[in-house]
């Protein structure tokens, strides 16, 4: 069975692979976190390359066949311009997309993270907004995913981005 889909998403993670490809993940608003292959987007003359840039928020369609999916059509609706131009600002994106990547589980609805992540990015590329903000975002992100509960979350002591560190099995390099 196949089928065509459209859905509006936040890229996660680009990763190369053969003739002129990229697997892309993203976290999208109906499936969660998604995986698909874009397939030819490395050719001079692929005008969806520039939106696939880590951290956009873009509106895609794709094409699932048995098992594997395939982007097609991409609009960009969201380039978060003034983040990218803060090296502060961006350090606190790529930890976020960091995060959700290596937690969320693929293939599965997470509408309400869904939320908080874009009222996170929106906070962040509109106003100043602190490491302790960013870190306040994890431990909700932890909690609705289910790692943590409200007894751990109001803990004095907590660390979100050390508890983290222990989930995935790997430091999390913060400048």
Do not use: C, W
Not at 132 to 143: A, I, W
Request: aromatic share 10%; hydrophobic share 35%.
């Amino acid at each position: 069975m196949s089928r065509h889909a459209s859905d509006e998403g936040i890229i996660l993670k680009k990763q190369s692979l053969l003739n002129n490809s990229l697997r892309i993940t993203l976290f999208t608003k109906s499936r969660g976190k998604l995986s698909l292959a874009a397939y030819g987007i490395k050719k001079i003359t692929s005008r969806r390359l520039s939106h696939l840039e880590t951290g956009n928020f873009i509106r895609f369609s794709y094409y699932t066949k048995e098992g594997y999916s395939s982007l097609r059509e991409t609009e960009l609706i969201y380039g978060y311009s003034k983040i990218k131009e803060s090296p502060e600002k961006l350090d606190a994106l790529y930890l976020i997309i960091f995060i959700l990547n290596k937690i969320l589980p693929e293939d599965q609805e997470e509408y309400e993270i869904y939320t908080m992540t874009h009222k996170i990015l929106k906070e962040l590329n509109n106003r100043e907004t602190t490491m302790k903000d960013v870190e306040k975002f994890v431990m909700s992100l932890l909690e609705k995913s289910g790692f943590i509960d409200e007894k751990i979350k109001s803990d004095k002591s907590f660390d979100a981005i050390s508890f983290v560190e222990e989930l995935i099995g790997q430091k999390i390099r913060i400048t």
